[in-house]
T-cell receptor, first 110, second 113 residues
Framework: DAKTTQPNSMESNEEEPVHLPCNHS???????IHWYRQLPSQGPEYVIH???SNVNNRMASLAIAEDRKSSTLILHRATLRDAAVYYC???????????FGKGTLLTVNP | KAGVTQTPRYLIKTRGQQVTLSCSPI?????VSWYQQTPGQGLQFLFE???????NKGNFPGRFSGRQFSNSRSEMNVSTLELGDSALYLC????????????FGSGTRLTVV
């Protein structure tokens, strides 16, 4: 499985934007970039995914570098409820599993 | 719509016993995956089922097994429990698998004493 690299932890203030980076230099052409987050005592929650173009949904935006070797998850206005571990995962077209790394622990300060 | 339902939420078992965990996917989802989460190893893939067939399996011993029924509900079984099997077991469902997103349940917390 292609590997992703994320910072261990990041900190943000409430109502400010948060940019969570992910490096994936060995990404292949058919790998989708997925983001999940896990709040304390819950299962992971799907956030967003994309292949080549930037993606937006009600939760977040995903900015994908032109060479696809990195991506950034953008939370436009962080809330206390966004405090979680965020996982960046590559998933190939015929890959029926998610390979989780250690993720980024996001702390949101009031 | 109802989410992914896992039962039971909590379980305490003794070493050497066996346990069966249940997962009901979102209606219409035919792919069900299982994951183990521990503080030391993080989230690790166990296996994935689609239309009652196991399509992918992680690196776990044969004591860990699963199955999927015709209504897409899935069970996983762990035999001869060891202390190290204490973990949060998570089930995730998806429409068809590759490329799409997964919806996870809240998990079953298994404690082996």
């Amino acid at each position: 499985d292609a590997k992703t690299t994320q910072p261990n932890s990041m900190e943000s203030n409430e109502e400010e934007p948060v940019h969570l980076p992910c490096n994936h230099s060995t990404i292949s052409g058919t790998d989708y970039i997925h983001w999940y987050r896990q709040l304390p005592s819950q299962g992971p929650e799907y956030v967003i995914h994309g292949l080549t173009s930037n993606v937006n949904n009600r939760m977040a935006s995903l900015a994908i570098a032109e060479d696809r070797k990195s991506s950034t998850l953008i939370l436009h206005r962080a809330t206390l409820r966004d405090a979680a571990v965020y996982y960046c995962i590559l998933r190939g077209g015929s890959n029926y599993k998610l390979t989780f790394g250690k993720g980024t622990l996001l702390t949101v300060n009031p | 719509k109802a989410g992914v339902t896992q039962t039971p939420r909590y379980l305490i078992k003794t070493r050497g016993q066996q346990v069966t965990l249940s997962c009901s996917p979102i209606s219409g989802h035919r792919s069900v995956s299982w994951y183990q989460q521990t503080p030391g190893q993080g989230l690790q893939f166990l296996f994935e089922y689609f239309s009652e067939t196991q399509r992918n399996k992680g690196n776990f011993p044969g004591r860990f097994s699963g199955r999927q029924f015709s209504n897409s509900r899935s069970e996983m079984n762990v035999s001869t429990l060891e202390l190290g099997d204490s973990a949060l077991y998570l089930c995730a469902s998806s429409l068809a698998g590759a490329g799409g997103s997964y919806t996870f349940g809240s998990g079953t917390r298994l404690t082996v004493v």
